[in-house]
């Protein structure tokens, strides 16, 4: 067995909620962070695992939102999930052997699954089994979807919606590639580390990654994603213009200046022609339900440039942006996620393509999803999610995405959501 989870650190917290949908939708007013359920939005597509991780003989077992799946090849050679319990006496699916090409085999009497959860043989008892495909021995079926080398299970009860209302358009771009990375977690909720994206934190907490200490002369510039923002139908998108900010702040009542001093500004122009030159641009969006901002399930993006945008050149970008970027946080226990990373690029041919893989592996893998993201999970890590908050502008999205996920939560991905936000569409033409 392949087991790709680690576990979690122990924390109190209340019972996570199990509630599937289609039911009243409680007050959205005050603290409603105990309404958000620790486990994630059941009724929704996710990643799981790149599909090469998943071989032909040994299958996988991988936890998402609570539930611990096993994962193996199907009889079309794509990768099938089922509950990684065998409903005879519980032994762990993922703990036996795939004898033939499609099938699971539990490694306690035998017993062999198929990829739709339907006991087709027991080998323990032999072909004349009485309980071999006998009613109410089925194993339970997790739908799939291989995009890009990476597979998505449906985690829902219902029947799956459709895969397109949840995974990126790039996914389905037979000319764009994607970099991805599934192997990081971070020991948090998967809603504090999406929150993470939404606020004023990144030029206090990032500015000492490599990229601002390098490449960039001053602080990187102020402004929060969340401090206003529009409703694209599945999330929300910033409407907050950068600021230009001084070179340093100054607060004449204390006698303070920020940052303390302007030391880089002496060699930031000595690497500023490097970040240029290996900036890789981002795979164009079609549709604004999939801009820059925040997503359903739980998803950030960044880095993104609109069609018809006049930007189409390499620029340096924070963070070591590289492509289009998006940050997808799977629940896994209460307080432990797995994070993905995508990068998205449309290489003009395979030259391009092959530079473009060469920086992602020497440099922007480990300078975007670990340099600069590992520094937001050294302090969420210890951050108190029970405790009171005093909230400012700059967290307006946080306050709005909880309200749109226990809305979703309650009431079921098709629940209507109330705001009084400004709604952005495609036939905006923003």
């Known amino acids: 067995m392949a087991d790709v989870t680690v576990q979690s650190p122990r924390r109190a917290e209340s019972v996570p909620h199990t509630s599937n949908g289609d039911g009243p939708i409680p007050s959205l007013?005050?603290?409603?962070?105990?309404?958000v359920p620790k486990l994630g939005l059941r009724n929704y597509w996710y990643p799981a695992i790149g599909a090469k991780r998943v071989g032909k003989r040994n299958p996988v077992q991988l936890t998402m939102l609570g539930d611990v799946v096993c994962l193996f090849r199907g009889t079309n050679g794509e990768v099938a999930?089922?509950?990684?319990?065998?409903?005879?006496?519980?032994?762990?699916?993922?703990?036996?052997?795939?004898?033939?090409q499609g099938t699971v085999t539990c490694p306690?009497?035998?017993w062999v699954y198929d990829e739709h959860g339907k006991n087709v043989a027991v080998l323990g008892e032999g072909p004349d089994s009485g309980v071999q495909g006998k009613v109410g021995t089925e194993a339970k079926v997790y739908p799939t979807r291989t995009l890009k080398g990476v597979v998505f299970i449906w985690m829902g009860e219902d029947n799956p919606a459709p895969i397109e209302e949840d995974v990126p358009e790039e996914f389905f771009d037979p000319d764009t590639r994607i970099f991805f990375n599934d192997t990081i977690y971070w020991k948090t909720n998967w809603e504090v580390g999406l929150e993470n994206s939404m606020d004023a934190h990144v030029n206090y907490?990032?500015?000492?990654?490599?990229?601002?200490?390098?490449?960039?002369?001053?602080?990187?510039?102020?402004?929060?994603?969340?401090?206003?923002?529009?409703?694209?139908?599945?999330?929300?998108?910033?409407?907050t213009k950068t600021p230009d900010n001084p070179p340093q702040d100054i607060y004449p009542e204390l006698g303070w200046k920020w940052p303390k001093h302007r030391l880089r500004k002496f060699w930031s122009w000595i690497f500023n022609p490097f970040f240029k030159a290996t900036s890789v641009p981002p795979?164009?969006?079609?549709?604004?339900?999939?801009?820059t901002g925040h997503r359903l399930p739980g998803m950030f993006?960044?880095?993104?440039?609109?069609?018809?945008s006049l930007e189409r050149e390499p620029r340096p970008r924070g963070g070591g942006l590289f492509g289009l970027y998006t940050r997808w946080t799977v629940p896994v226990e209460d307080w432990l996620t797995r994070v993905w990373y995508f990068h998205s690029t449309k290489p003009s041919n395979s030259i391009v393509s092959a530079w473009y893989w060469l920086l992602y592996w020497t440099n922007y893998r480990w300078l975007t999803e670990y340099n600069f993201s590992q520094q937001d999970m050294s302090v969420m890590e210890n951050l108190r999610y029970d405790w009171p908050e005093k909230l400012s502008g700059t967290d307006a999205e946080v306050v709005q995405w909880r309200r749109l996920v226990v809305t979703k939560h309650f009431g079921g991905r098709n629940a209507e959501f109330e705001h009084r936000l400004p709604v952005v569409t495609d036939s905006d033409g923003s």
Request: net charge positive.
């Open 29 to 35: 007013t005050g603290d409603i962070r105990h309404l």
């Open 81 to 100: 999930a089922i509950q990684d319990v065998c409903p005879h006496r519980g032994a762990l699916f993922s703990e036996g052997t795939c004898h033939w």
């Open 108 to 110: 306690y009497h035998g």
């Open 205 to 239: 907490l990032h500015r000492d990654h490599l990229q601002a200490m390098l490449g960039n002369p001053t602080f990187m510039p102020r402004g929060a994603s969340g401090s206003k923002v529009a409703f694209t139908g599945n999330g929300f998108k910033s409407l």
């Open 283 to 291: 795979s164009p969006t079609e549709s604004e339900r999939w801009t």
């Open 301 to 308: 993006r960044a880095g993104v440039v609109p069609v018809g």
